[in-house]
């Protein structure tokens, strides 16, 4: 049995154009990592908002909902490993400001996990 542990990650970035790559990004890896077994539906991209602008500064942003899965389900391991590949990508080939945070759910747990310029995964 598992328990519920929401994780979101919010993308914001002054280059529209790094904005929109990001985005579309996203949707490739989590449209990817939900049509496999015991999926087989595109439907990773339901969880991931459209860019909203910003009123200043041509800030915009997107976000990537919790996937609403228990820990340890099939669908908190797929949505654990897209928003790793997702982040990762981020890290590399992106500008874009992120935050990855994790909160509610049964523990109440909240804290930032990775951002632009933390990363708490895989550290003792």
């Known amino acids: ?5 929401h994780h979101s990650i919010v993308v914001t970035g002054w280059d529209s154009e790094k904005v929109k790559e990001a985005h579309q990004k996203a949707k490739e890896i989590f449209e990817k990592k939900f049509s496999i077994e015991p999926f087989n539906l595109p439907f990773g991209t339901r ?8 009123l200043m500064n041509d800030q915009t942003s997107f976000f990537i909902a919790p996937d609403g899965s228990k820990e340890g389900w099939k669908t908190s391991d797929n949505g654990d490993e897209a928003r790793k590949e997702f982040v990762d990508w981020l890290k590399v080939q992106n500008a874009c400001d992120y935050v990855e945070v994790v909160f509610g759910g ?3 747990e909240e ?3 990775r951002s632009s310029v933390i990363d708490f995964i895989g550290q003792k």
């Open 106 to 108: 049964d523990d109440d």
């Open 1 to 5: 049995m598992g328990y519920l542990k």
């Open 111 to 113: 804290k930032i996990i």
């Open 47 to 54: 969880i991931i908002s459209n860019i909203l602008d910003g």
